[in-house]
């Protein structure tokens, strides 16, 4: 029998808001335990939530992003359970009226376009961490983390691989970074994702039973575990077996999934409309608002760098990958009125594989746009070629200085001084007779020969379009 | 000087009569004297002398508010930096809070001096002052009956003059029937009126603080410093707070008073009716127009509220799981033994009851026909409220069916108790502002009158009571061996 | 309405309640009459009408994104039952 996967992703991911999201305690990550956590966040009898307008600011201009409803009447609930790394016993969640209603995401798998639903988005409370290090067989609870916000959000199940979950949940994460509401840091779970799979007879309408793999922490590992979890899923059916709904988890080491331990009970989560906080209203003069500071989004960056810049696909891909590197080359293309393909080049090239080696973003970059750009104006007013803007691209990279400084330094001026080419130029075709012979005969290969001789002699500060002109002149 | 008014007693302080440090002590030694009564859960000798002292140095320099060295007393649900806070359960019984709430720190910039933190309720769940981890506590006018709750150690406090006055928490009549009962004056504002951060949550959307004293002027007092909006409760109101003295005087003739016909049923004891009746006929002197409403859900009241408190505190009281604070139960053997036996062991059966009844209420199956049904009452009541006020100023009527009842004579049968707070619970679940003053004795044991105002009608309120407290003394007379 | 003991074990799992052997059959009692009470709302008609959360027809207000809290660990652990290095500490939690 043919099998169809049916998968639909829960992404959870923090937004970059300075404090939490019911209390002005911090959300830096990183600090020692329990140092961020306030009498708020420590559910201390007699506190009360009070909700942070940046975590509304950004809920909205996400929803406004997939082109979703924005709710204007949204209400925060209690989602009731124990556990003790949630301190108040229930969880603020929205349940019923989530600020963000239905919405879309067009993914593009292998050159084919799909648009994948997104049912909702909500704003809800992070809960803090267990540390399972042995404390005398106690397990230690850090609450840093409680009430950071989340915006969790629920796609429709309308993916049918693994390949399209993993590039609906990429489209999602340069998304959220491209709106600044996320850092998109899956080490330190500010993206988390739960995958929901079932399995069915292809060209069967409903749906199978789902399993639901939990907290999947990279975008190898949700490609991985779903893989995992669909064939688990056809081998246990076409065995006999029956899929039980369930939450499981991914191990990476075994790359396989397990059922995590079996719940005593059905989950009763008891959601009510939390008391302590009243409806948020979002009004058409706040949505007006977020809009206005709305980015332009990745595809419509993708499509205005081909048109405006003539940039192929693939440096396209990389240019706009995050928000920062294609401002970076944006204005490294405008500062240096150098042509833009060149100065893809270099972006893409030299300055990324510089980044990689010393394990750098774009925003900690020690060549600023602006020192790039005065290298690559450089070249493009034939001050130096290429090939010695390398030269001095190392050296920016290393200190401090300006191309202009580097280059005054160093000499590396292109010598546009034709007296002086053609005198070398004389004397490599008087010391190199046989090589001359060569290529009149028409031998043109050795013409890459007098070049090198040429630059070699001038150690590189000759313009290579001139050289060439004379060189073809003299040899002639 | 245990029976002054706050407005006498500042000008006392100020005139160098006696001092903050001589007066506090003077209650001090009363609390002592009359510890029987277990109006306190703590008192905070110390610490309420030294800011006696520090009231002293204040008003020495002239910059004393009326509240300044005057000794009261907070309910034990209000969060007090440093000083043990137990909200009447054991749970709580090692719990030093470390923070103040908004309300205490109202009173502390205002430079009143803490005598202690007061009996009450478990989680102010309760009508009789009996659930307390701390003991039921004595009615000063009749030691073998209830004082009323849950502010029962409240109430009992001001009418025993073991504190000029007193804090207390209202979520279904717990400021207004502990005051009927003890023949004090207590007031519970709009909701939102009074922050309700650091007040330890019962029942978030029913929950006030509120001010209970010796008359509606010091009522006004003390209303004028808790009284405001507190940006870390969202639930608080930003409106202005008005000068609730300046009003007192104010005529009341042409007063419209509304009578619910509801409220003056088969349940209401006759000696109580009378007793209303005689004040109502007071205000008809004072110029008053008497008019009969109509409160048709008035009944549901109890169900309705009983639901949506039972589901609020039953989240509310989750965050007590022996983990950050509290009582842990000994040797857990693993989690679920440290939740169920901490809190098994923490609270008392009338909270688990209501804990219990809340979780049903919410869990699956049930949510719609109990809780969704429960807020559809609720919004009935509150119109049947609205339409009664769009007619009348005011509304009055009983506060209780009875006055106060013995000591164990309801605490076994829970919904008998329940019942008795049918005068005041719709109130809540409307979020309008009431408040209960003596109006008479019955069986020597004092009766009040609760009047029910428009919202944010505080001042109306206590400017009507006022001017009933010029012409009478009922609010005036004290227990026997508390004159 | 009447709840069985049965019931009253399971509500009181789900609220994390212990509860004595010997109590059971009374809170079955209490709770049972409890609901008999609340179940006097269903004779009124409440088709048509809204439920009512807050007392108040208000909206949430909304607070500035600034950290106003500072690292106050010591005096919120002092009163912690049982800590080590800044955690609190529970029984092993079994993932």
């Given at each position: 029998m043919e099998w169809e996967a049916v998968i639909g992703l829960e992404i959870h991911t923090q937004l970059?808001?300075?404090?939490k999201i019911f209390s002005g305690a911090s959300t830096a990550y990183?600090?020692?335990?329990?140092?961020?956590?306030?009498a708020v966040d420590l559910g201390l009898p007699g506190v009360l939530p009070v909700l942070n307008e940046e975590a509304v600011r950004m809920a909205v201009l996400f929803g406004l992003a997939i082109e979703?409803?924005?709710?204007?009447y949204s209400v925060f609930a209690r989602k009731n359970y124990f556990y003790p790394d949630l301190p108040k016993g229930y969880q603020i969640s929205q349940f019923e009226l989530p600020i963000v209603g239905l919405g879309h995401l067009d993914i593009d798998v292998d050159g084919v376009k799909k648009r994948v639903g997104v049912t909702r988005a909500h704003l809800e409370e992070d809960a803090g961490k267990s540390l399972h290090e042995d404390f005398h067989g106690l397990t230690g609870i850090d609450l840093?983390?409680?009430?950071?916000p989340l915006l969790e959000i629920v796609s429709e199940?309308?993916?049918?691989?693994a390949k399209e979950a993993v590039a609906y949940m990429r489209k999602l994460h340069e998304l959220v970074r491209y709106l600044g509401?996320?850092?998109?840091?899956m080490q330190e779970g500010s993206f988390r994702c739960d995958a929901n799979v079932s399995v069915r007879p292809k060209g069967q309408q409903a749906f199978g039973t789902r399993a639901e793999i939990k907290n999947i922490n990279s975008f190898r590992f949700v490609e991985k575990a779903i893989n995992y979890e669909i064939e688990r899923q056809i081998d246990l059916i076409e065995s006999g077996g029956e899929v039980v709904q369930e939450t499981r988890l991914y191990d990476a080491d075994k790359d396989q999934t397990r059922s995590m331990r079996?719940?005593?009970?059905?989950?009763?989560?008891?959601?009510?409309?939390?008391?302590?906080l009243l409806p948020v209203v979002v009004d058409e003069a706040f949505k007006a608002q977020v809009k206005a500071t709305m980015p332009e989004l990745p595809d419509a960056k993708k499509q205005r760098f081909k048109d405006?810049?003539?940039?192929d696909d693939e440096s396209t891909a990389i240019l706009t990958s995050s928000r920062p590197l294609a401002d970076y080359f944006e204005a490294v293309v405008k500062e240096s009125a150098c042509e833009a393909r060149i100065c893809a080049n270099w972006v893409t090239g030299d300055l990324s594989a510089a980044l990689n080696r010393s394990g750098l973003e774009i925003t900690d970059s020690p060549v600023s746009h602006e020192r790039l750009a005065g290298l690559l104006a450089r070249i493009s007013d034939n001050t130096i070629s290429g090939k010695i803007a390398k030269q001095v691209f190392e050296e920016m990279w290393q200190g401090t200085a300006s191309a202009d400084e580097i280059i005054e330094a160093k000499g590396l001026k292109q010598i546009t001084d034709t007296g002086a080419i053609e005198a070398i130029i004389d004397k490599i075709i008087a010391n190199n007779p046989e090589q001359v012979e060569q290529y009149r005969s028409?031998?043109?290969?050795v013409f890459g020969f007098f070049v090198g001789q040429v630059m070699k002699e001038m150690q590189g500060k000759a313009n290579p379009g001139e050289v060439n002109k004379m060189l073809k002149d003299k040899l002639k | 000087m245990h029976n002054k008014s706050i407005t006498d007693l500042a000008k006392g302080l100020r005139s160098g009569e006696f001092s903050s440090v001589e007066l506090t002590q003077a209650f001090l030694n009363r609390i002592k004297q009359h510890?029987?009564?277990?109006?306190?859960?703590?008192?905070t000798e110390d610490l309420a002398l030294q800011e006696a002292k520090a009231a002293d140095d204040r008003i020495a320099k002239g910059d004393?508010?009326?509240?300044?060295?005057i000794p009261i007393a907070q309910k034990d649900i209000f969060c007090t930096q440093g000083v043990k806070t137990t909200c009447g359960s054991k749970i709580l019984d090692n719990f030093i809070a470390p923070y103040n709430a908004t309300v205490v720190e109202k009173f502390n910039q205002a430079g009143s001096v803490m005598l202690g933190k007061l009996n009450m309720d478990e989680f102010a769940?309760?009508?009789?002052?009996?659930?307390s981890y701390y003991g039921a506590v004595r009615n000063?006018?009749?030691?073998?009956?209830i004082p009323g709750g849950s502010s029962g150690g409240s109430a009992a406090a001001v009418a025993a003059g073991l504190a000029v006055c007193a804090t207390g928490t209202d979520t279904g009549g717990s400021i207004r029937q502990p005051a009927s009962h003890c023949g004090i004056t207590g007031l519970k504002p709009?909701?939102?009126?009074?922050?309700?951060?650091?007040?330890?949550?019962?029942a978030s959307s029913l929950d006030q603080g509120g001010p209970m004293a010796r008359s509606a002027e010091d009522a006004a007092i003390m209303l004028q410093v808790m009284a405001g909006f507190d940006e870390?409760?969202?639930?608080?109101v930003d409106l202005p707070v008005p000068d609730?003295?300046?009003?007192?005087?104010?005529?009341?003739?042409?007063l419209k008073i509304g009578l619910p016909k509801?409220?003056?049923?088969?349940?209401?004891n006759s000696d109580v009716a009378a007793v209303i009746e005689a004040a109502v006929n007071e205000y008809r002197k004072l110029g008053a127009h008497i008019k009969e409403v109509s409160?048709?859900?008035?009944?549901?009241a109890i169900p309705a509220y009983y639901v949506i408190a039972s589901a609020e505190c039953s989240a509310n009281l989750?965050?007590?799981?022996?983990?950050?604070y509290g009582y842990r139960c000994a040797n857990p053997e693993d989690l679920t033994d440290l939740y169920t036996r901490s809190r098994g062991e923490g609270f008392g059966k009338e909270v688990k009851r209501r804990i219990l009844m809340g979780t049903y209420a919410l869990s699956a199956g049930y949510y719609d026909a109990y809780y969704i049904k429960a807020q559809k009452v609720r919004r009935l009541i509150s119109d049947d409220f609205k339409k009664a006020l769009s007619e009348v100023d005011v509304i009055m009527g009983p506060v209780?069916?009875?006055?106060a009842f013995g000591?164990?004579?309801?605490?076994?049968?829970p919904i008998e108790m329940y019942l008795s707070d049918i005068y005041t619970i719709a109130i809540n679940l409307a979020g309008l502002p009431a408040m209960s003053m003596p109006a008479g004795v019955v069986g020597g044991k004092p009766v009040g009158l609760q009047i029910i105002g428009n919202y944010f009608a505080e001042h109306r309120l206590l400017n009507i009571a006022h001017q009933y407290q010029q012409v009478t003394d009922w609010h005036q007379q004290s227990p026997k061996g508390f004159e | 309405m009447s709840l069985t003991t049965d019931d009253v074990k399971k509500i009181a799992h789900l609220a994390r309640l212990g509860i004595d052997e010997s109590d059971i059959e009374s809170y079955a009692k209490d709770l049972s009459r409890m609901l008999d009470l609340m179940t006097?709302?269903?004779?009124?008609?409440?088709?048509d009408v809204i439920p009512m959360?807050?007392?108040?027809d208000q909206v949430q207000r909304l607070r500035p994104d600034t950290v106003t809290e500072r690292n106050n660990r010591e005096q919120f652990q002092a009163i912690a039952p049982q800590v080590e290095a800044g955690l609190y500490l529970v029984p092993k939690v079994i993932e």
């Open positions: 970059a808001t300075k404090s990183g600090a020692e335990p329990n140092t961020q956590a306030c979703a409803e924005v709710a204007p840093n983390r409680a009430g950071t199940p309308d993916m049918r691989s509401i996320c850092d998109g840091n079996s719940k005593e009970e059905a989950n009763d989560y008891r959601y009510f409309p939390d008391p302590d405006q810049y003539g940039l028409g031998k043109d290969k | 510890s029987s009564l277990n109006c306190y859960i703590t008192v004393a508010t009326l509240l300044t060295g769940m309760g009508s009789s002052n009996e659930t000063p006018w009749d030691h073998n009956a709009t909701y939102g009126r009074v922050s309700r951060y650091g007040m330890i949550a019962y870390r409760d969202s639930t608080s609730y003295r300046a009003g007192l005087s104010n005529p009341i003739e042409g509801e409220f003056f049923g088969a349940g209401l409160m048709p859900n008035l009944k549901l989750s965050r007590f799981d022996g983990v950050r209780a069916p009875s006055a000591i164990g004579e309801k605490i076994g049968n | 006097q709302m269903s004779e009124l008609n409440t088709d959360a807050h007392p108040m």
